[in-house]
């Protein structure tokens, strides 16, 4: 099947700094791509969806000026969460779906985010 | 409301059985449905997809229905084995290309 590589796969940082999750679509042009937050035995949460060259779509409750989402090219999109916090850890996963993949959406490794 | 609900306790059945599990939604008219298999610490990986017009779907062991009147989909293994221990999340999309993810179920099959 088609591989999202989500990079780095676990990161730590300090309060009050900026931290960048990079989704990969290796073999496929993802045309959108979503972001989730997960955290400990709950479901996956979406964060926003974004379509390659345009403004990403944040769901309620979702602050777009803490969690910046850029997906600049078919292939990568990235989620910054600026000015982290605590509360902020959790495990964040992308996923992506475009052209030669149909209707099934593949997600990345997930990226885990621990703020100290 | 919209709600997509999976069983929260975990389903412990013993090797070689068939494990069941169940995805309850209410207040959404999904044109699929789908299922993907978590391991703690990973991301989702897809298992099967089920489109509205479809009552059964197999791949393999696994076999998932879905029965738009009672707004539910079972997902089923067969033969189960050890290696199918996971939690198994049902999704379903919201008709803009959105998928909205159950809490999942989690699978313990004992040898």
């Known amino acids: 099947g088609a591989v999202v590589s989500q990079h780095p796969s676990w990161v730590i940082c300090k309060s009050g700094t900026s931290v960048k999750i990079e989704c990969r679509s290796l073999d496929f042009q993802a045309t959108t791509m979503f972001w989730y937050r997960q955290f400990p035995k709950q479901s996956l949460m979406l964060m926003a969806t974004?379509?390659?060259?345009?403004?990403?779509?944040?769901e309620q409750g979702v602050e777009k000026d803490k969690f910046l989402i850029n997906h600049a090219s078919l292939t990568l999109s990235t989620l910054t969460v600026t000015s982290a916090h605590p509360e902020d850890s959790s495990f964040y996963i992308c996923?992506?779906?475009?052209?030669?993949?149909?209707?099934?959406?593949?997600f990345g490794e997930g990226s885990w985010l621990t703020v100290v | 409301s919209q709600k997509i609900e999976q069983n929260s306790e975990a389903l412990n059945i013993q090797e070689g059985k068939t494990a069941t599990l169940t995805c309850n939604y209410t207040?959404?008219?999904?044109?699929?449905l789908q299922w993907y298999r978590q391991d703690p610490g990973r991301g989702p990986v897809f298992l099967l997809l089920?489109?509205?017009?479809?009552k059964e779907k197999r791949k393999e062991r696994l076999k998932v229905t879905f029965d738009t009147t009672l707004k539910q989909s079972l997902f089923h293994i067969t033969a189960s084995q050890p290696a199918d221990s996971a939690t198994y999340l049902c999704a379903l999309d919201d008709s803009s290309y959105k998928l909205i993810f159950g809490s999942g179920t989690r699978l313990l099959v004992r040898p």
């Open positions: 089920i489109r509205e017009n479809e």
């Open positions: 996923s992506a779906s475009g052209t030669g993949v149909g209707n099934t959406i593949y």
């Open positions: 974004s379509n390659e060259g345009s403004k990403a779509t944040y």
């Open positions: 207040n959404y008219s999904p044109a699929y």
